[in-house]
Every structure is written in structure tokens, then in C-alpha cells.
Nanobody
Framework: QVQLVESGGGLVQPGGSLRLSCAASGRTFSSSDMGWYRQARGKQRELVASITSDGRPNYADSVKGRFTISRDNAKNTVDLQMNGLKPEDTAVYYC???????????????WGQGTQVTVSS
């Protein structure tokens, strides 16, 4: 099974930038859809950005124009470049993979442990 490890979180000032990376192990990364989610204190988990196995991205309205998701199938990584960070971006950010596991198209989702992003002056 794939294992996901996030890195790159930390403390940044409002308006600053941060790049998160998710490293995947296993043999199914290139055929997996990937996503970044976040969960702020006291809030529901929400999708931030996703990218399909063939590289098509999608973004939450709240981050459009500020965040960019990308993947490198040769390195089994998916990154989230975050620019123009705001205090409301503060959350634990999680990497998720969604992988088709049989011929009927059933999927299995797997999650990393998360990395904390704090935007504060």
C-alpha cells in the first residue's frame, strides 16, 4: 500500500510563501489522483487542491490564484506552492491519494499524517 509523508509546514508571516511536499511510496502513485486537504482548528476538513493522475488541477475558490498544485510522477511527489498566505490559511494540511484497485473501478483513499501551517505575524 502507498504511504504518504508530508513536509514543508511551518510558521510564516501574512503575505509569505510556503511549499508543501508529499512523498509517496509504493507502486501506484502514477495512477493515483492526489489532493491536498486542510483542517483548521474547530473546522471541517476541506479540499484545497487536487490533481489527477494525468496532471489536471483543481482548486478551492478560497485559494485560486494563490496556490499551485503540481506532481512529479518520476519522483512520486506532489507539491503545493502557497503564495500570499493569510491567517485563515492556518491549518493542518494533509496529503491524500485516491487509487483504483480493481477492474470495477473501486478506489482506496490513503492519507498522510499532516503538516502544520501557521500564518501569523
Amino acid at each position: 500500500q502507498v504511504q504518504l509523508v508530508e513536509s514543508g509546514g511551518g510558521l510564516v508571516q501574512p503575505g509569505g510563501s510556503l511549499r508543501l511536499s508529499c512523498a509517496a511510496s509504493g507502486r501506484t502513485f502514477s495512477s493515483s489522483d492526489m489532493g491536498w486537504y486542510r483542517q483548521a482548528r474547530g473546522k471541517q476538513r476541506e479540499l484545497v487542491a487536487s490533481i489527477t493522475s494525468d496532471g489536471r488541477p483543481n482548486y478551492a475558490d478560497s485559494v485560486k490564484g494563490r496556490f499551485t498544485i503540481s506532481r512529479d510522477n518520476a519522483k512520486n511527489t506532489v507539491d503545493l506552492q502557497m503564495n500570499g498566505l493569510k491567517p485563515e490559511d492556518t491549518a493542518v494540511y494533509y496529503c491524500r491519494s485516491s487509487t483504483v484497485v480493481n477492474v470495477e473501478g473501486a478506489r482506496v483513499d490513503r492519507w498522510g499524517q499532516g503538516t502544520q501551517v501557521t500564518v501569523s505575524s
